[in-house]
């Protein structure tokens, strides 16, 4: 069934000042950051539904969770009705496996808490944009909705670099609410590289330094 709704609410944010949309000015910093979304600029929707920045807040926990775990730090929350009925953390590490995203591994445990494979009904939270991969798994369960955080200029399939949800193709297409509390999730990021980074520069330095 194709969403009513999805042509209706997908809400980008509008024009800045000067004619260079937020998306593009995102664009641009974020080639330059290098592999990390930046956080730090005002690109977040106008207003956010109290209900999708708290569960938003909870897919955040989960991301901390795979950062204490030494994996990107990317959460996921599904919910239906209302309620939580899954949720997951990036594991590719630990678990080695190049499936083991964050909303891919929350829409299967769903899928399961539901006994069934369509999740028709349910919102996918995730902190970053969903690549290829998950955005396909979202058009094959027939998800409602997914609300993201920060995008992935280097993967995000849901608006950056493709969009799976409204592509005529496919035969589903879903809502897509993006930078909901995108700052934060990109600091979680942020946070994760920089501390990878200095951990990579320390023998490094330990080295130049010398013998003393
Ligand atoms: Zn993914």
Redesign the pocket.
Known sequence: MVSILAHATRVWPEQKDGGKSVREEQRGRSAQAGDVPRGDVPWQPASVAPVDERFMRLALEEARLAAAEGEVPIGAVVVCDGEVIACGHNRRERDLDPSA?A??SAMLRASRALGRWRLTGCTVYVTVE??L??AGLMVNARVDRCVFGASDPKGGALGTLYDVSHDPRLNHEFEVVPHVLAGECAFELRRFFRARRRLRRKPAEAKAAGPR
Request: aromatic share 14%; charged share 15%; net charge negative.
């Open positions: 995203h909303e891919f969903p690549c991969m998950c």
